[in-house]
Structures are given as structure tokens and as C-alpha cells.
């Protein structure tokens, strides 16, 4: 899916109609800010934009992920690929945002057995058993909770610009930030802060 074809598209759909990016923006309940961020390529129209978008532009949504106007046989057959692209986007977005959830979840719960232990419970030995039990639930949850960002995360090296996937034990000792983690790059042995990017 070129992200740069479509906000082409997108924009020359706005001037078409003579109208600017605050007057599209208004119409759609978005910021001014997101419109130039879709017509630049940088981002694409969250799935709960696409319809209200093509419908404003009097375009399908198929026209919208080919980023051009498509006659009936063009049409046919961009419809499968830009499908497949679609869904090839959204669910390690979704993997992410599931796996953000129940760790919240996990984490609360676990909390929550721990403050119970200490109030209610009088026998010292249960009390270890519960507090023993929120540990292994808060382990287990942080052990799927990263496999599912390695699964989803790839880096692009500062160096030489190349893209690649870490290992496990690179992942999990180097040094990191929420974005950003210093890692090797295979591709040309130097060792840098790389951007996570979400795989696509």
C-alpha cells in the first residue's frame, strides 16, 4: 500500500473541490494536523475515518487504498490486494493494543490479591501463597506481553538505515526506551539507538 500515492490522491480530491485542509478538517471532525499528516503519505485514515472520507470525496474505499480513481476492471482487481494489505496493517495493531489491555488487567488484579492478602488474611503462610500467586500471574502476563512485542516490533538501524527483527536475547538486555532500544544491526555490525516500528 504506497501511503505517498494515496495522500497524493487524497489531496488532489480536496483541490478538486477548492476547499482547504481546516474546511476538511471540520466536515470530518479532525484536526487540521491530520489531514496534512494523510496528504503527505505520513499516516492513513484510522478504519472508522475511511467510510466518512470516501463518502465526503464521492470515491470508493478501494479507489481510496489504490489511491487513484479505478475503472470496473481495475477495480476487481485492486479489491483483493488492497484487502489483504488492510488487514496485514491493522492486526499487529491490534496484538499490541490487546496485549496493553491485559496487562493492565493482570497487573490491577494482581494489586488487588496482594492489598487482600494484607488486610484480610491472617495466617502468615497464606498470605505468602496469595502474594506468591499475584507474582507468578504479573510473570506470566510480562512474558506474553513480550514475546507479542517482539513478534510485532521491528528496528531500523541508525546507521545504515536497514531494517531488521533482534534476536530474544538482544531484545531483552539491551538498554531501551519506550520507542527506542540499542542494538546491533546485522545488517552492518554497529551499534546504535533504533526506532521500533510496528510490522506491516
Known amino acids: 500500500m504506497d501511503t505517498v500515492k494515496i495522500g497524493q490522491f487524497i489531496k488532489s480530491l480536496r483541490k478538486e473541490k477548492s476547499l482547504t485542509q481546516r474546511e476538511v478538517a471540520d466536515r470530518l471532525n479532525v484536526s487540521e494536523k491530520t489531514i496534512s499528516k494523510w496528504e503527505t503519505g505520513n499516516g492513513m485514515p484510522e478504519v472508522g475515518l475511511m467510510l466518512p472520507l470516501c463518502k465526503f470525496y464521492g470515491i470508493s474505499i478501494n479507489e481510496l487504498l489504490s489511491g487513484e480513481r479505478l475503472d470496473e476492471k481495475q477495480y476487481v482487481d485492486k479489491a483483493e490486494e488492497n484487502m489483504a494489505c488492510l488487514v496485514d496493517r491493522t492486526a499487529p495493531r491490534k496484538k499490541v493494543i490487546i496485549?496493553?489491555?491485559s496487562c493492565i488487567l493482570v497487573t490491577l488484579s494482581s494489586v488487588a490479591l496482594i492489598l487482600l492478602s494484607a488486610l484480610f488474611i491472617a495466617q502468615i503462610w497464606l498470605k505468602?501463597?496469595?502474594i506468591g500467586i499475584a507474582l507468578i500471574v504479573v510473570f506470566a502476563d510480562v512474558s506474553v506481553i513480550l514475546l507479542v512485542?517482539?513478534?510485532t516490533e521491528i528496528y531500523k538501524c541508525e546507521k545504515c538505515g536497514e531494517k531488521f527483527v533482534p534476536t530474544l536475547t538482544a531484545y531483552l538486555?539491551?538498554?531501551h526506551t519506550f520507542r527506542r532500544r540499542y542494538l546491533k544491526c546485522p545488517h552492518c555490525g554497529k551499534k546504535s539507538w533504533n526506532n521500533?516500528?510496528?510490522?506491516?
Open 99 to 101: 496485549s496493553a489491555i
Open 128 to 130: 505468602f501463597v496469595v
Open 149 to 151: 512485542a517482539i513478534s
Open 173 to 175: 538486555l539491551a538498554p
Open 196 to 200: 521500533s516500528h510496528i510490522r506491516k
